[in-house]
């Protein structure tokens, strides 16, 4: 098992592209599968979760190639069910369900289940592909979807979902008629897909607000297409300046995607400059306790949550922080606490009070962004820290170990059976 071996203490200096989000690769894999013919992605990291999705899409008989960031798709799919094994891996393969019954009138994936975050049921995507006239049901952990023709409807999603509204989008694209999505995520993530499927001949209009209009066509061409940089991974070391002074230049951003996280930052510790396509952060290592209340896009990502609560834990004050979007996202907080934070959760509210110090620790991720959280911990604790899991971390951040290295940090990745 591979772990993190990390020496707090130093601050970090120096300049990081950002490559695009991995939320818009995964449904953008997706989307490409409306079209036989190929689709080039540029700028795609190299993470596990994209690793898996690609061999999802060779399960299904899609050619795959990637040459260094470049990740081409073609050929079609030969057939339509995706490997349990596979598909329990990452969430994404549900979100082949839109684009698999929108080219193929069929798709069977499995379950994909709940995660160390929550339940995460798919309730939301089941019904607006129903009102979509696909028929869908869930037996022994496959879901099944047909239709003998997918009709463009009046889609209300009950709830706001990123995977819901990007499955219903590549579900509609070519129905018959137009499809109206309301109450859809407005993540920047979507805005992302729909612009690639529009290159591809898609009619989306509003993609990115709450109303999505999607007139059906026969088919889709190829394209190639850059997807956004990864907004979290760019808050991520925001936030790792925050914690341990320094300051740092992060090329290859939107600065409006992180207009929530960086007003964050500003208010707890950091100076935010903001150009065209570059941000730079500074901090002094010290800083102010800030609250959080995770919402939807554009409110603050439930995506930053367990970051932020890592900058609290050593901040002056008290943060409260209250996660909306997952029940169970606060599996970083006994790790955090066994560095020496102060921190007591009452159902969806974390009550951090700051710490002068923290203490390097044995601790272990066991999800994604808690696991970045505890890295960042471990960059600003006295001592070393080990951290575990790191296969979680490696999910959503190409090399971070490597990245913070070059930045400053004393960081390396040990194999522990050697
Ligand atoms: C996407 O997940 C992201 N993943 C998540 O990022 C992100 O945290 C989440 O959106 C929220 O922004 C990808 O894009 C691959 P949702 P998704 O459907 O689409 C509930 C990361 O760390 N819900 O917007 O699965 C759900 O349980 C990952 O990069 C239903 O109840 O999230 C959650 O409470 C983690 N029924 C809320 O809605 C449904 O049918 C939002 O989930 C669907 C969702």
């Known amino acids: 098992m591979e772990k993190f071996i990390i020496r707090g203490g130093n601050r970090l200096y120096g300049r990081v592209r950002i490559k695009g989000a991995k939320n818009s690769v995964l449904p953008l894999l997706a989307g490409a599968l409306l079209t036989d013919e190929k689709v080039t992605l540029h700028d795609c990291p190299d993470i596990s979760d994209v690793r898996y999705m690609l061999e999802i899409l060779k399960s299904l008989g899609v050619s795959v190639g990637r040459t260094?960031?470049?990740?081409?798709?073609?050929?079609?799919?030969?057939?339509?069910?995706?490997?349990?094994?596979l598909a329990k891996e990452i969430r994404s393969s549900v979100f082949l369900m839109g684009s698999l019954v929108g080219k193929h009138?069929?798709?069977?994936?499995?379950?994909?289940?709940?995660?160390?975050?929550?339940l995460r049921p798919i309730d939301v995507h089941v019904k607006a592909l129903r009102e979509l006239n696909i028929n869908i049901d869930e037996q022994s952990g496959y879901i099944n979807c047909s239709s003998d023709e997918i009709r463009g409807a009046d889609v209300q999603l009950d709830k706001i979902s990123v995977g819901?509204?990007?499955?219903?989008?590549?579900?509609?694209?070519?129905?018959?008629?137009?499809?109206?999505?309301?109450?859809?995520?407005?993540?920047?993530?979507?805005?992302?897909?729909?612009?690639?499927?529009?290159?591809?001949?898609?009619?989306?209009r509003g993609a990115g607000g709450a109303v999505v209009t999607i007139d059906g066509v026969e088919s889709l061409s190829g394209c190639e297409h850059t997807p956004i940089p990864d907004r979290i991974v760019a808050g991520t070391l925001m936030t790792a300046v925050g914690m341990t002074g320094g300051e740092i230049e992060l090329e290859n951003v939107v600065p409006e995607h992180l207009s929530a996280i960086s007003s964050k930052l500003v208010e707890s510790a950091c100076k935010v400059r903001a150009f065209c396509d570059r941000i730079t952060v500074s901090g002094n290592g010290k800083s102010k306790a800030v609250d959080i209340e995770t919402s939807p896009y554009p409110a603050f990502p439930t995506d930053m949550q367990a970051q932020l609560m890592a900058l609290d834990a050593v901040s002056?004050?008290?943060?409260?922080?209250?996660?909306?979007?997952?029940?169970?996202?606060?599996?970083?907080?006994?790790?955090?606490?066994?560095?020496?934070?102060?921190?007591?959760?009452?159902?969806?509210?974390?009550?951090?009070?700051?710490?002068?110090?923290?203490?390097?620790?044995?601790?272990?991720?066991?999800?994604?962004?808690?696991?970045?959280?505890l890295v960042l911990a471990g960059l600003r604790a006295e001592g070393t820290t080990v951290v575990g899991g790191v296969k979680h971390i490696d999910r959503g951040y190409e090399k971070l170990d490597e990245i913070l290295s070059l930045l400053g940090a004393e960081i390396q990745r040990k194999n522990m059976n050697e």
């Not at 009138?105 to 929550?118: E, L, S, W």
């Not at 509204?165 to 109450?183: H, Q, S, Y």
């Not at 934070?341 to 009550?351: F, H, L, Q, S």
């Open 68 to 85: 260094g960031d470049d990740i081409s798709v073609w050929g079609g799919v030969r057939n339509g069910n995706i490997p349990e094994a």
């Open 105 to 118: 009138g069929r798709a069977r994936v499995a379950y994909p289940g709940g995660c160390d975050i929550g």
């Open 164 to 204: 819901a509204t990007e499955n219903a989008i590549m579900a509609a694209v070519l129905a018959k008629g137009r499809t109206t999505i309301r109450n859809a995520a407005k993540e920047p993530e979507i805005a992302d897909l729909a612009d690639m499927l529009n290159k591809m001949g898609a009619k989306i």
């Open 316 to 373: 002056e004050g008290t943060g409260i922080i209250v996660e909306n979007i997952f029940e169970t996202r606060f599996k970083h907080v006994p790790d955090l606490r066994r560095m020496g934070a102060d921190i007591t959760v009452r159902g969806d509210v974390a009550v951090v009070r700051g710490v002068e110090k923290l203490y390097g620790a044995e601790v272990c991720a066991s999800d994604l962004r808690g696991g970045s959280a």
